[in-house]
Every structure is written in C-alpha cells, then in structure tokens.
C-alpha cells in the first residue's frame, strides 16, 4: 500500500517561502496569484497492512515525527 502525506504550515503561520514564490510570479507576468503557501509531499510505501491499521499508524507516524504539529497541518491518502 503506498501512503501520501501532505503537511503544510498552518494558515496562522508566516510562509515565507510562499510569499516570494508569489512574489516571483507576479514579477514574471502572473499577477492573478493572490496566495501560495509551500508544504512538503512525503510519500512511503507500506506492506501487507490493513486499511484500518495504516490510518492509525500513518497518523501516528505524523504526529510523532513527520509533521510539527504546532505550526503545521497534515492530511494523507491511502493508495492501493
């Protein structure tokens, strides 16, 4: 089973990262982008695993070590 993860900052915290990305794009011609905000895509593959026993561990995993849950947020997908 293969597991995406996504984290990001929480909206309350500064990106700024974010900000020049958004920055360098107006400057390059594409003004409609009013916000960007950067975050990171962590991608494992688990083995023989239910879908049941990869939620709880996938979300584990992230609050112990793959996201700082005081400044971000995380969500994932399961993919068989």
């Not at 990262?17 to 794009?25: D, N, P």
């Not at 003004?31 to 996938?58: C, D, M, N, T, W």
Request: with cysteine; aromatic share 4%; glycine share 6%.
């Amino acid at each position: 089973m293969k597991v995406k993860v996504y984290v990001t900052l929480k909206k309350s915290i500064a990106d700024p990262q974010g900000t020049a990305i958004q920055g360098a794009l107006k400057k390059i011609g594409y003004p409609i982008v009013e916000e960007v905000r950067i975050g990171k895509l962590i991608e494992l593959q688990l083995g023989e695993i239910s879908v049941e026993s990869a939620q709880q561990q996938v979300k584990e995993m992230c609050e112990k070590l793959l996201a700082n849950t005081v400044i971000e947020d995380y969500s994932f997908e399961l993919i068989d």
